[in-house]
């Protein structure tokens, strides 16, 4: 039986690491039924809206999509597609991992930890106002629902990954009522998995130095909206940069797939544009439809790709002199 997933293509390099994936996934065997769909910049230029009611209504109505990097015009009241996205189906949590990969040189080794954000309110809730001329105010909104609903996620995602360990970055020695709601929503959601998991916090100026002295020591991160955008683009430097690391942004009923990467129309349409963070964010996607099998046989075959390091294969940003297709080929060839 297929699944229907929405494929979002996106703007500048979108459309080509889209392709790539859904070639990847296809070769992999999988039965996917793909329903296109615009947004961003291309969206506006046909549709005349960025964000047009259509693709919000498919992805409520089949639950899932794929989608390429996106990219909101600058000035012309234009809001952010991704925030929007977002707040309209509700996808109050970001998931990011984190891993070292073969053939990839960083400065760390050992790193895989996951990076889970409240994605719904704080600062990013977008409340600003001008008290007097030069004087502006934006508020930071949290609220009981959404913190214990992010703790609550963190703690089942890391149960059901047979993940150790759940730490909370946070700022409540100083903001003590917002971030300080979010830790004890955060601890009460711990109190139900104290014989499961071990639990800490840590104010996030020092995680942070402690997050780039060592990162194997974390396992999941959580974190409320602002400081998971932060963080999250952070710990991909470790790895590599944001070329090879996936993102999901989860709710109740849809969930959206990306790479969190932009749409760099410097390359686009060059062919040399990395495909790897769709790819991942695909296998993401599958391990949700529950397509594990198929999402393990695609990890294997891009690490192995990744191990050989043939610069003919890899695409320039990992160190080679491939193209997109090449790469892509690659990994389809590599396929258990």
């Not at 459309?15 to 859904?22: D, I, N």
């Not at 062919?271 to 594990?292: D, E, F, K, Q, W």
């Not at 160190?319 to 258990?336: H, M, N, Q, V, Y």
Request: proline share 5%; net charge neutral; aromatic share 6%.
């Amino acid at each position: 039986m297929s699944d229907i997933v929405c494929l979002i293509p996106g703007d500048g390099i979108g459309p080509e690491v889209t392709s790539a994936t859904r070639r990847v996934i296809e070769a992999a065997g999988v039965d996917i039924e793909w329903a296109l769909l615009p947004a961003g910049t291309t969206a506006l230029e046909f549709c005349g809206s960025v964000l047009p009611e259509r693709t919000l209504a498919a992805i409520q109505g089949h639950g899932v999509a794929l989608k390429g990097p996106l990219t909101t015009p600058i000035g012309g009241g234009h809001v952010s597609v991704n925030v929007t996205l977002r707040k309209r189906l509700n996808l109050f949590a970001a998931v990011r991992p984190v891993r070292n990969l073969p053939g990839i040189r960083t400065r760390f080794e050992n790193v895989d930890l996951v990076i889970i954000r409240e994605n719904t309110e704080g600062l990013y809730s977008g409340i600003e106002h001008e008290i007097t001329d030069g004087v502006v105010g934006s508020l930071k909104v949290a609220t009981a629902k959404a913190s214990s609903r992010i703790g609550r996620f963190a703690f089942d995602y890391a149960v059901s990954r047979r993940r150790g360990k759940v730490t909370v970055f946070h700022k409540a020695n100083i903001l003590k009522m917002s971030d300080g709601l979010f830790l004890r929503c955060v601890r009460q959601e711990y109190a139900k998995d104290r014989d499961r998991l071990a639990y800490d916090e840590l104010i996030i100026d020092n995680g942070c130095m402690q997050l780039v002295t060592d990162p194997s020591r974390f396992d999941v991160l959580l974190l409320e909206n602002l400081y998971g955008d932060i963080i999250s683009d952070l710990a991909a430097g470790l790895v590599g940069g944001l070329g090879v690391v996936p993102g999901a942004n989860i709710g109740t009923s849809c969930a959206v797939f990306e790479p969190v990467h932009g749409s760099a129309p410097d390359i686009a349409r060059k062919g040399i544009a990395n495909p790897l963070a769709c790819i991942m964010s695909g296998v993401m996607m599958l391990n949700h439809l529950g397509r594990t099998q198929a999402a393990d046989r695609i990890r294997q075959a891009y690490d192995t790709v990744l191990a050989d390091g043939d610069p003919a294969n890899l695409t320039p940003d990992i160190g080679g002199r491939g193209t997109t297709e090449s790469f892509t080929d690659a990994i389809i060839r590599a396929l258990p």
